[in-house]
Structures are given as C-alpha cells and as structure tokens.
C-alpha cells in the first residue's frame, strides 16, 4: 500500500492565485524605472497591433470606395482612432518608455529621477488612451454626435499627454541632474543627450496642445462659437496628430541609432560632434510644434516674399531632415569602412530611422504649394512611415538593451525576421499613399471618393503593409516572450559595451549600481578595458 501526498500541491494551488495578484500589484505600484519602462513598451506594443488593424480595415473600405464594409457613421471615428493610435499609442510612448527604463542606468544613477512622477506618467497615458477610444466608440471624437463624448475625448487627449508630459519630465530631470560623478553634458552618453534634447521638446511642445484642448473643451461645452464646435476640432487641434509633433517623438530614435553605432563598430565615436549636432538639428522640429502650424514653400509674390518663405519653409521643414541625415550617414560610413560588425538590432534600427526620413522628406514635398498634395492621403502616408519606423527602431533598441532588462537576448535570426516583416509592411502601408496622393486619393475619407488612377490596387497594396506589420509584430513580441524568458543568457556585456549600463549585472538590479563610478570620458567602460581613443 502507498500513500499519495496531495497536501503540498493542493497548498501550491492555492498559493498559485495570492503570489499571481502579489506580482501583478509589485507591477502596478512599482517605482522601479525599469518596470515602468517596460509596461510602456508592453502597452504601447499591444495598441500598435490594434491601431494597425484599424488600418487594415480602413485600407479594406478604401479598395472599393462604393462597398459598405464599414458604417458610413462609424468611419469617421475609425479614422480618428487610426490617426491618434499612430501618434499617442505606437509613436509617442514607445521611446518615452525605453528612455524612462534606460537612461537612467546610462548616466549612472541608481533610480530615475521623481520615481512616482515617472509611475503617474504611465498611468496618466493608458487611462487618456482608454478614455479616448471610449469616447470614440461612443459617437465622440472629431465630428461627434454625442456632445458628452466629445467633450470626454477632449478630456481624453488632454490626459494622455500629461502622462507622457510626465513621464518625459522624470527622464529628462535624471539625464540633467542625476549623472555619476566626472559625467559633464559633454560626456552624456548620445542616448541620453537624446533623451534630453527630445525631453525637453516634449514638454515644451504638449503643453501647447493641452492648452489648445482646454480651449476647445471650454467652448464646446459651453457657447460652442469661437471654435466651431466639435466639426471644427481638428481645425484648431489636427496639429497634434501629424507633422512636425511627430517629428519631436523620434529624437530618441534617432538617439538610439547614434549610440548603437560605436558599440558595434568596436571603438569610439570619432565624430562625437557631429552626432550630438545631428540630434540638436532633429530637435529644432519642436519649433514647428509650438507655433501649430505647417510652414510652407510657395513661389508667389516677390523676390522678398520668396525668400522669406524659403527661409521659414527651410527651418520648420529641412533642419530636422538634415539631423536625421548627419545621424545615418556616421552610420553608413561606418558600415561602409568596415567598422560597423553585423548585428540586427543595429541594422533594424538603421532601417526604421531611414523609414523616419523618408516620411520627414515626404512632410517636406507636401509642404511644397507647387505639388498640390494638400488634402490627399500624401499626408497621412507621411505620418504612417514616421510612426512605423519608429516602432521598427524601437524594436531594434529593445533587442539591443533588452539584455539588461531581462538578463538574456533575442535571437538574432528572430530580430532580423520580424524587423524585415515590420520594415516591409512600413514600405507597403505608406508607399502607395504617397502615389495616390500625387493622383489625388483624398485624406480622411474611406468611402464614396473617385480619382484618376487604380484605386484598388494603391489601397490593396497599402491594406497588405498593414498586415505584414501585424505579422511582424506578433513575431517580435512571441520571440521577445520566448527568449527573454528562457533564451541564451546575455552576460552582463553582451555588446561589448561603451557606457555605464553594461558595467551593471543583467538583468539590472533595483538599484541599478551597488557604488557609483566616476566618469573619465564619454566611453567609461572601454576606459576600463583599456581600450585606447
């Protein structure tokens, strides 16, 4: 006869549930960085996926204008909600959040700075974010019948970007004021310049749009006269969904790609000036943000006039292309010499800056009175590559400091993969925008609208980019929940690292470092490996 013990795993099950809600609360209430940063990029990921099936399903309704796949009622808000899920949940908190887990770790500090700020950030974004799509749902939004939903989307946009105001406000306070011992400005690492450069855009800029919105929601909910009321919403506000704010949202992409490339190169930045004046120019960008308007190019007029408007026309529009411009070449010339050792987080996020410019330059054509693309969906393909790339560069960044987050690295197969797919889809979803712009598809109308060209297959081929994004970033995310959990230990330097976060074990520990180092030049950890300048 035997017995059976079941006393320890009826006890296992029922201590299974009470430890699920300890970690989920450890989670929720966390003032860790790292953490915080992580639930950015988790949520920010699962509303890319949905913001790309609005996509798809808008692009289906495009292909055959005359269909009525979609509610004629209902396109407007799914429009809406494409548009602000491009912006406020892929764009906007995907470097926000790496910025908030890595930063601090780069300038050697052993928590961000207003740990509960940086908290109140993420909570403030997901629950504007939620609010909005409520309200959108309910016949809100842009052009909405209900009056109460309105107003609630209003309140919803003005809540997200407080949260991101936030949270970019502890990231940028830590790279100002909480740098190790030795670490000047001038020895920040390229990362964290760009987090400060593109901090500080965002806070300059998104207070404009919250202040914009609290006009529009006085009014509205009251006389409903000086601002035309819910149909006239985007005319005051449709600033904040599209170029140049955007343009303030990818510093940091442009950040990451200028760090990574030293580090896989295998030696210093030789050109360091050039980088740091490449990330200035793409902050400029915040100019164009706080005057709310689109400066653009025209030929009308005197010689005077002319020159005043190339003049606008080049600081609102070229000066944040030339930055991006600096940054990818450092990184072409490196490639080029040799230097530059194939990796794929490099490479992703190479591709999904060059995805950025492209979208900048198509800003920039629009911003031509010649080209007569004002009204078409030239725009909204601009706005698509700029927010796609920098998902693809984000994913890039994850796959590079992810190691010192979870403690193990992706795959470099899985990243090349599921970047090649994301990188595809960006080319299929916005490409064929800029075409059907230059026929005349017009912006912001999924149905009953006629063009000289083949409607079908410039909004076929577009509806399959968004697909092919969808696919690679369910890839990207199944890889990065596999291998992060059990994939090939990382070490606590897997790139063979320049700055202060490969000095930290990985995954990194609470309180990032155990004592604090003190900085000689902007590479300390090759100091340390007495790898000479």
Do not use: C
Not at 196 to 207: M, Q, Y
């Amino acid at each position: 006869m035997t017995t059976i013990e079941t006393h320890a795993q009826a006890s296992a099950s029922r201590d299974a549930v009470p430890q699920l809600l300890v970690g989920i609360a450890d989670w929720v209430s966390s003032s860790d960085h790292k953490k915080i940063g992580r639930l950015f990029i988790a949520l920010s990921w699962l509303l890319a996926l949905a913001t790309a099936v609005i996509a798809a399903l808008i692009g289906l309704e495009r292909i055959t204008p005359s269909s009525a796949l979609i509610n004629s009622n209902a396109a407007p808000q799914l429009l809406a909600v494409f548009r602000f899920g491009l912006v406020y949940a892929v764009l906007a908190p995907t470097f926000v959040g790496i910025a908030v887990a890595v930063a601090p770790l780069q300038v050697g500090a052993r928590s961000i700075s207003f740990p509960r700020l940086a908290q109140l950030g993420l909570w403030l974004w997901i629950t504007g974010v939620a609010t909005v799509i409520i309200a959108i749902a309910s016949n809100g939004g842009p052009a909405g019948g209900n009056s109460d939903m309105v107003d609630l989307y209003l309140l919803g946009l003005a809540v997200t970007a407080a949260g991101l105001v936030a949270a970019a406000t502890s990231a940028v306070v830590t790279a100002l004021t909480a740098r190790a011992p030795g670490m000047s400005l001038e020895r920040a690492p390229l990362f964290s310049w760009s987090v400060l450069a593109g901090g500080f855009a965002i806070v300059a800029s998104l207070p404009v749009a919250i202040g914009t919105i609290a006009y529009l929601y006085v009014d509205h909910t009251y006389a409903r006269v000086a601002f035309g009321g819910n149909y006239a919403v985007n005319d005051h506000l449709g600033w904040a969904l599209t170029q140049p704010l955007t343009f303030v949202f990818v510093v940091m992409a442009v950040g990451a790609l200028a760090d990574m490339g030293p580090v896989v190169s295998g030696g210093r930045q030789p050109l360091r000036g050039a980088a740091l004046a490449g990330i200035g120019l793409v902050t400029t960008a915040v100019l164009g943000a706080v005057t709310q308007s689109q400066h653009v190019l025209t030929f009308t007029g005197g010689a005077a006039d002319k020159i005043q408007s190339l003049i606008t026309f080049a600081l609102f529009n070229l000066l944040p292309i030339l930055g991006v411009l600096v940054v990818l070449a450092l990184g072409a010339l490196g490639a080029k010499s040799g230097k530059i050792r194939p990796n794929a987080s490099f490479a992703i996020t190479f591709l999904g800056v060059g995805m950025i410019l492209v979208g900048m330059l198509g800003n920039a054509l629009l911003n031509i009175d010649a080209t007569d693309l004002a009204g078409t969906v030239f725009e909204e393909g601009a706005t698509v590559y700029v927010s796609y790339g920098s998902l693809l560069a984000g994913l890039g960044a994850i796959a590079f400091w992810g190691p010192k987050l979870w403690g193990r690295k992706i795959a470099d197969k899985k990243v090349f993969g599921a970047g090649a797919l994301v990188l595809l889809g960006t080319v299929l979803a916005a490409f064929p925008q800029y075409i059907a712009g230059f026929q005349g598809q017009p912006n912001g109308v999924v149905a009953s609208f006629d063009y000289d060209g083949p409607i079908s297959l410039w909004n076929g081929a577009s509806t399959a980019g968004h697909a092919l994004v969808i696919l690679g970033l369910l890839a990207f995310i199944g890889a990065a929940v596999t291998d992060f959990r059990s994939g090939e230990h990382a070490g606590d330097d897997p790139w063979n690292g320049h700055t202060l976060e490969w000095a930290t074990p990985s995954p990194a520990p609470h309180n990032n470092f155990s004592e604090l180092a003190t900085v000689g030049s902007a590479e300390p950890v090759l100091d340390s490996k007495g790898v000479s300048a």
